[in-house]
Each structure stands twice: as structure tokens, then as C-alpha cells.
């Protein structure tokens, strides 16, 4: 069975991480959520908090290889917090290292630029982080979702069903030997 890690923590945009963890676990694979904390993590909906949601393991607990795959869902307030904490960045790498998907949507791009795995690759993302994502090298597109090698990546909520269907279809191809950091 395949295994998909979810990396998130306060302030995901709740869809963007609902969504495509049904999506995968309606096509049989077995989804975590991992954040730094452990316990549990609070969703933003509609510029409110939301719900929350069961860490299932913390950063500390896993590595990349224990999963098939990595997927990181927005929100504003998420990404900011996991491109400041090391042991996120260096999970994200690793799964880049392995040649193993990595898929974000919208805001969830954002730890990747830390990671310094997006120069030379095509991606999307929300439009306001165009800039912030050339200057680091990658190839900014506005297309509802972009697959490179491996690496997927969706602009906003609105493109969650062409995101996901290419999510699922990621994780089942596998590894990439495409893939780089």
C-alpha cells in the first residue's frame, strides 16, 4: 500500500489539505498528517479558524522514506510557519533527494523556496508568490496544475479536482528518476 505524508501545522487552508487526502485515501493510500507538533493542528476556512485536525506523526517521529510521497497543502499562515523550521525543510529535500513525488498547492510552494528545490523547475502556485518563485529560479506558469517530473503544483481551491487527479496519479507512477532538487 502506498503511503502519502501530508506535511502541515496551523493555518493550512482546510480544503487544500481535505480534499486531496480523500482524493488519495478513496484511491486506497494510507495518508498521515505530519506537522512539528504533535496532538493536533488548527485549519483556516473562509478568513476564520476552522477545525482541527489529528497530527498522526510529528517531524520528529518520521522520515522520508517511510512514504511514497509528500504533499503540502496552503494556506498563508502553514507554509510561513514550516519554511522556518529545519527539521520541515529538511523532510521536503529528502523526499526531492529520493526522487519521490512532492506535490503543493497554492501557498504551499512557499517551504519549497527554502528548500531550494524549485530552480530550473516548471510549477504553479498562487499568483502572488510569481515573484518570490522566479527569483528562485523556477519557471512560473498560471495553469491549473503543472507536472514536472514528479513535482505537482496548483494555483488555488478552484483547481482541486485537476489537482488531485494528478495527485493520485503521481503516487501510483512512483519514483521519479526525473526528479531533482
Partial sequence: ???VAILATDGFEEV?????????????VQVDIVSPKSG????????????SYKVDKTLSEVNASDYHSLMLPGGVINPD????NDDAIKFIQTFFEQKKPVSAICHGVQPLIDAGVVNGRKL????????DLENAGANWVDEEVVVD???????????LDAFNDKLV???????????HA
Avoid at 81 to 84: A, S
Avoid at 149 to 159: C, I, Q
Fill in 40 to 51: 493536533e493542528i488548527k485549519a483556516w476556512a473562509d478568513g476564520n479558524w476552522s477545525e
Fill in 1 to 3: 500500500m502506498k503511503k
Fill in 16 to 28: 487544500e489539505l481535505t480534499s486531496p487526502k480523500q482524493a488519495l485515501e478513496n484511491a486506497g
Fill in 124 to 131: 504553479t502556485s498562487y499568483p502572488s508568490l510569481r515573484k
Fill in 81 to 84: 510557519q514550516l519554511r522556518m
Fill in 149 to 159: 517530473e514528479g513535482f505537482t503544483t496548483s494555483r488555488t481551491p478552484d483547481d
Fill in 169 to 179: 496519479e503521481e503516487v501510483m507512477e512512483g519514483k521519479h528518476e526525473e526528479q
